[in-house]
Nanobody, 121 residues
Framework: QVQLVESGGGLVQAGGSLRLSCAAS????????MGWYRQAPGKQRELVAT???????NYANSVKGRFTVSRDNAKRTVYLQMNSLKPEDTAVYYC???????????????WGQGTQVTVSS
């Protein structure tokens, strides 16, 4: 019923910028917290940023001051603006959302398929 689709990944030079988008498709649901996680090969998946439906945000210390998470509730989309990118930001970035389907007792968690971000030195 619900699908998260990321876009906007790619290859950039260190110091550059990239904007990721994640749209939730489907119907008969509401979206609570949305966010971004990333995973490099051989590494654990880690939180990058989250945002609640009232725009309260949380960031990993490694991206504070460089990344900005935002959302458009009408479009059911979350964004990640990434500035001053560093090679250590290279990873697959995954969209995540807590979604409450109508007529169910509570929310459950969804993941997107991931989008590759590569930052060259």
């Amino acid at each position: 019923q619900v699908q998260l689709v990321e876009s906007g990944g790619g290859l950039v030079q260190a110091g550059g910028s990239l904007r990721l988008s994640c749209a939730a498709s489907g119907s008969m649901f509401s979206i609570n917290t949305m966010g971004w996680y990333r995973q490099a090969p051989g590494k654990q998946r880690e939180l990058v940023a989250t945002i609640t439906k009232v725009d309260s945000t949380n960031y990993a210390n490694s991206v504070k001051g460089r990344f900005t998470v935002s959302r458009d509730n009408a479009k059911r989309t979350v964004y990640l603006q990434m500035n001053s990118l560093k090679p250590e930001d290279t990873a697959v970035y995954y969209c995540n959302a807590d979604i409450h389907a109508y007529l169910t007792s509570g929310p459950r968690n969804y993941w997107g398929q991931g989008t590759q971000v590569t930052v060259s030195s």
